[in-house]
T-cell receptor, first 114, second 112 residues
Framework: KAGVTQTPRYLIKTRGQQVTLSCSPISGHRSVSWYQQTPGQGLQFLFEYFSETQRNKGNFPGRFSGRQFSNSRSEMNVSTLELGDSALYLC?????????????FGPGTRLTVT | GQQVMQIPQYQHVQEGEDFTTYCNSSTTLSNIQWYKQRPGGHPVFLIQLVKSGEVKKQKRLTFQFGEAKKNSSLHITATQTTDVGTYFCAGRGNSGNTPLVFGKGTRLSVIA
């Protein structure tokens, strides 16, 4: 079974631009979560989707948005990029959302904002 | 909101020594999960604990969930160089719709 895939793997953008990251979950997984990872901050939760519905949202500004499609694929968008948005963005899929449910992470998208 | 604290932030050990990382939540958890992230890699699921006082073992790794379901620990016996990486705990609160909150992780270095 193929793992979680994320595209692109690396991205360089300039301040003020916007970016869209994509995540394809493991086949059959209906829940997708997004995390931002920066040195010293660990994994900070961005969003959690299940069956095209956003179930939870982390404490990030409105510039960060996401969505999930009917095939469970998910995208996240960051508008008006800032230098502090430079990070590894990880997507994780699981069979269901809520109690239980181990998460399978993708390789991440490394975003650099200059 | 729910917070998960993890200590220590870094740990350097000689190969063969034991290692323990501790995880504490500000709220009661329904379950706790542990992940390992190798340098340059992505987090990989290790285990999930659900019951109060639960202890699970995976070879040299022992995982515990506290009686109050607010803390957890991971203990590695006789570390090896393959244990190098960052270990994260992650917990969900008890209420129906809460996200999985990760601790900041403990980075383990093993000196051969």
């Amino acid at each position: 079974k193929a793992g979680v895939t994320q595209t692109p793997r690396y991205l360089i953008k300039t301040r003020g631009q916007q970016v869209t990251l994509s995540c394809s979950p493991i086949s059959g997984h209906r829940s997708v979560s997004w995390y931002q990872q920066t040195p010293g901050q660990g994994l900070q939760f961005l969003f959690e989707y299940f069956s095209e519905t956003q179930r939870n949202k982390g404490n990030f500004p409105g510039r960060f948005s996401g969505r999930q499609f009917s095939n469970s694929r998910s995208e996240m968008n960051v508008s008006t990029l800032e230098l502090g948005d430079s990070a590894l963005y990880l997507c994780a899929s699981s069979l269901w959302v809520g109690q239980g449910g181990e998460q399978y992470f993708g390789p991440g998208t490394r975003l650099t904002v200059t | 909101g729910q917070q998960v604290m993890q200590i220590p932030q870094y740990q350097h050990v000689q190969e063969g020594e034991d290692f323990t990382t501790y995880c504490n939540s500000s709220t009661t958890l329904s379950n706790i999960q542990w992940y390992k992230q190798r340098p340059g890699g992505h987090p990989v699921f290790l285990i999930q604990l659900v019951k109060s006082g639960e202890v699970k073992k995976q070879k040299r790794l022992t995982f515990q969930f506290g009686e109050a379901k607010k803390n957890s620990s991971l203990h590695i016996t006789a570390t090896q160089t393959t244990d190098v990486g960052t270990y994260f705990c992650a917990g969900r609160g008890n209420s129906g719709n809460t996200p999985l909150v990760f601790g900041k992780g403990t980075r383990l270095s093993v000196i051969a």
